[in-house]
Structure formats: C-alpha cells, structure tokens
C-alpha cells in the first residue's frame, strides 16, 4: 500500500481526503448510493445548462474530478476540451482510463488546488467544483487559485450539499473533530455569495437544485479594476 504523502502528514483534513479518493473508493465512487439518493444527473444536468450556449470548444476545468465522472458526462455532450485535477493520483488513474475513448483533448493532472493549480494564469473559460469545496480547509487559497488560472471573462460553476442551518452547524462542528472522507465544512449560498465576491468575481447568482444542494455561479472580471 502507498504510503501518505510527507505534504499531508500535519493537514488531517486533507488526509481524510486522500484516504477516501486515493484508497478506498477510485472503484466505487461512480457506483456509490449517493449517486442515485443524491440525484446527482439531476445537478449534472443544472451544470449543463449554465455551460449552454457556449461553443463546444470552450476550455473546462473541472477541480476535484475524481473519476471524471462530470468529464464523462461533457464529453459525451461534445465538449472537446477538457482538463481535470484531482489531489488523489489512483482516482484520476480511474479518470484517465475512463475518458480514453473520446476523441477530446484531456488533461489530468494531480495536484493540490489549495496550493497551485499547474497551469498558468488565464487559462480556462469554465472552471466547475461539483461536491468539492467542502473539502478545502483553506477556501479562500483554493477559489484564489482558481480565479488566477480563469480567463478573463470566464466562469466558475459550483454546486454543493445544502442543509437547514441546525443540521450544518451540528455536522459542521462534529466534521471540525471528526473529519469524514475528507468532508471540512459546508457553507450556505450566502457565504459563498460573499466569498466568491472577495476574489472579484461579479453576476454572482445561486440557487437550490434538488432540494439538498445549490448551484452558485459567478464571472470574473473583463479588466482587473
Ligand atoms: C466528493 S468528491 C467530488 C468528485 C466529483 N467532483 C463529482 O462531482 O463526483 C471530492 C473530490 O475532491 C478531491 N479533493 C479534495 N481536496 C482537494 C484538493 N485540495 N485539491 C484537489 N482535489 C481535492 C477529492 O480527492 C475528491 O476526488
């Protein structure tokens, strides 16, 4: 078995994270039960539709891809050029393998977005965290990061569990001890309203989807003021 990487020794959430994607589920995250509890097609579907009515070839990011399941589900709706980050390598091997029959132009790299995304400044239109921003113990580095390597102009698409605000707080102070496969902290569309405007982002809209998620999106900026 692969040992724990020296950078995640002193970051326990971030362990959490590796252990669950890297180990335990690279096989079984697509057949997992929250994919059908969740309705997770029905918010593939809400990301399709902020993502209409660009061209097919528009460059898309998706931070946190796991299995490319998101990636899967874009290119069989033709978009062609897709990347992917994933901190966990055996996932984005499951990744890889899955995408290699579509004649896309793919990009899979493993790395950690709260510290560097390894492409440079302004280079993707679309950037998505689908059930990922949870994850992140430093939000602010990683959506910092993330709008360094958005084109200007570009837009960042996120979704995220959503719960009634006793239930967040309980789990939120239980997941502070106790983190579970990676899960830190869930936030309310409100706060991410105003964490996504503390990067610069602007046209900040949000929504429910599926009744325990949102859909919060934002476009960075044409100019940097
Ligand atoms: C709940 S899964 C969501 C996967 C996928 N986006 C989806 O919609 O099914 C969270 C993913 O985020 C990844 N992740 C967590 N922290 C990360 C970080 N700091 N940098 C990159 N990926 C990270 C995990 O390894 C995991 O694959």
Redesign the pocket.
């Known amino acids: 078995m692969n040992k724990i990487p020296e950078f995640l020794k002193n970051d326990r959430y971030?362990r959490s994270?590796y252990y669950a994607?890297n180990w335990k589920m690279p096989q079984t995250y697509d057949s997992c039960i929250w994919m059908k509890v969740g309705k997770i097609d029905l918010l593939d579907e809400a990301v399709l539709y902020e993502m209409s009515g660009n061209d097919r070839s528009v460059r898309i990011l998706?931070?946190?891809?796991?299995t490319g399941?998101?990636l899967f589900k874009l290119a069989e709706n033709r978009y062609t050029n897709l990347s992917g980050?994933?901190?966990?390598p055996q996932?984005i091997e499951v990744a890889q393998k899955k995408l290699s029959n579509f004649r896309v132009n793919l990009n899979l790299k493993v790395?950690?977005?709260?510290d560097n995304l390894p492409w440079p400044d302004n280079s993707f239109d679309i950037i998505t965290l689908?059930?990922?921003i949870h994850?992140?113990y430093r939000l602010h580095d990683?959506l910092k990061e993330i709008n360094r390597v958005l084109d200007k102009q570009g837009k960042l698409i996120i979704w995220d569990p959503w719960f009634p605000m006793i239930v967040r707080q309980i789990l939120n102070s239980w997941l502070y001890f106790f983190p579970h496969d990676?899960d830190y902290r869930f936030y309310t569309p409100t706060i991410m309203n105003k964490k996504l405007s503390d990067i610069g982002l602007i046209d900040i809209q949000y929504c429910r989807v599926a009744v325990w998620c949102y859909i919060i999106t934002g476009k960075k900026k044409d100019k940097i003021a």
């Open positions: 971030k994270s994607y998706d931070v946190g891809c796991a399941r998101l980050v994933d901190l966990a996932i790395a950690d977005s709260e689908t059930g990922v994850h992140f990683a990676g």
